[in-house]
């Protein structure tokens, strides 16, 4: 079984520029969850999906973050503008189960390390 | 409000020697915790988990983890430390809505 991927490994772009990450979760898994890890600092929620719909995004920081998941598969957090404090590590994790999710098992990807210049 | 602390940003231990990784929680509620490891290059995998029952938990790779709750601490052990344990450990507590992480721990193992 494939694991959750995550496109690209890394990114380099300038300050104003517009930044595509992709993640390709778990083939059936319903929660798809997107964190961010600033260096040093911890591992961050951002937002969470059930299926296509926006379950929480409550830690999106602010409106340049817009994160979609047509079809409720691949999900796209772009970027725009990117600001010199969005570099960092994006990953996106994914689970399958539904109600509770308490005790989810959230799969991870390797990440997406972003550097604003 | 939720939080996860992991004391110790970097431990250097040699290989064979003992491992203790501290993690402490403050959620009002039952947690749910969990231990995951990140090697270069890869995605974070996840160790060991506990939500009810007995209060030491195994996981792969050798790893154990006792819950206590009068301290509030998760913390991971392993008696004989490998070369390829080298990485990085995070602990989170799962509320149900969002996982917590801690800032890791990063692991060099020493020959």
């Known amino acids: 079984e494939a694991g959750v991927t995550q496109f690209p490994s890394h990114s380099v772009i300038e300050k104003g520029q517009t930044v595509t990450l992709r993640c390709d979760p778990i083939?059936?898994?319903?929660?798809l969850y997107w964190y961010r890890r600033v260096m040093g600092k911890e591992i961050k929620f951002l937002l969470h999906?059930?299926?296509?719909?926006?379950?929480?995004e409550s830690g999106m920081p602010n409106n340049r973050f817009l994160a979609e998941r047509t079809g409720g598969t691949y999900s796209t957090l772009k970027v725009q503008p990117a600001e010199l404090e969005d570099s960092g590590v994006y990953f996106c994790?994914?689970?399958?189960?539904?109600?509770?999710?308490?005790?989810?098992?959230?799969?991870f990807g390797p990440g997406t390390r972003l550097t604003v210049l | 409000a939720q939080s996860v602390t992991q004391p110790d940003i970097h431990i250097t231990v040699s290989e064979g020697a003992s491992l203790e990784l501290r993690c402490n929680y403050s959620y009002g509620a039952t947690p749910y915790l969990f231990w995951y490891v990140q090697s270069p290059g890869q995605g974070l995998q996840l160790l060991l988990k506990y939500f009810s029952g007995d209060t030491l938990v195994q996981g792969i790779k050798g790893f154990e983890a006792e819950f206590k709750r009068s301290q509030s601490s998760f913390n991971l052990r392993k008696p004989s430390v490998h070369w390829s344990d080298a990485a990085e450990y995070f602990c989170a507590v799962n509320t149900g809505n969002q996982f917590y992480f801690g800032t890791g721990t990063s692991l060099t193992v020493i020959p």
């Open positions: 083939s059936g898994h319903d929660n």
């Open positions: 994790a994914s689970s399958h189960l539904r109600g509770s999710t308490s005790t989810d098992t959230q799969y």
């Open positions: 999906f059930v299926k296509e719909s926006k379950q929480d």
